[in-house]
Nanobody, 115 residues
Framework: QVQLVESGGGLVQAGGSLRLSCAAS????????MAWYRQALGKERELVAT???????SYAEPVKGRFTISRDIAKNTLYLQMNSLKPEDTAMYYC?????????WGQGTQVTVSS
């Protein structure tokens, strides 16, 4: 079992940057896959980016070239660097981790991008 706590969300103007963090309650060394999802008001939750234990990454098309996912094993923390933010990036962002075939979720952090 692992607890995840996101932070770093906030209000930013279009074109700005934010870095989200997700602190895990235990070592993330053994966690297979970690990911960021987001859910905009009235829409379904969607996958934003993933990172594997071997540091292989993948991104959803809307964020490619603008977002970067990373994980710091020493700090047990997952990050999402978001650059060139757009109003359509406004959403609640959730951290997720796959451990022993089960997915764990954080409580979310709100990102609002003003035009």
């Amino acid at each position: 079992q692992v607890q995840l706590v996101e932070s770093g969300g906030g209000l930013v103007q279009a074109g700005g940057s934010l870095r989200l963090s997700c602190a895990a309650s235990k070592s993330i060394f053994s966690i297979n896959t970690m990911a960021w999802y987001r859910q905009a008001l009235g829409k379904e939750r969607e996958l934003v980016a993933t990172i594997s234990s071997s540091m292989s990454t993948s991104y959803a098309e809307p964020v490619k070239g603008r977002f970067t996912i990373s994980r710091d094993i020493a700090k047990n923390t997952l990050y999402l660097q978001m650059n060139s933010l757009k109003p359509e990036d406004t959403a609640m962002y959730y951290c997720a981790a796959q451990l022993l075939s089960r997915w764990y979720w954080g409580q979310g952090t709100q990102v609002t991008v003003s035009s």
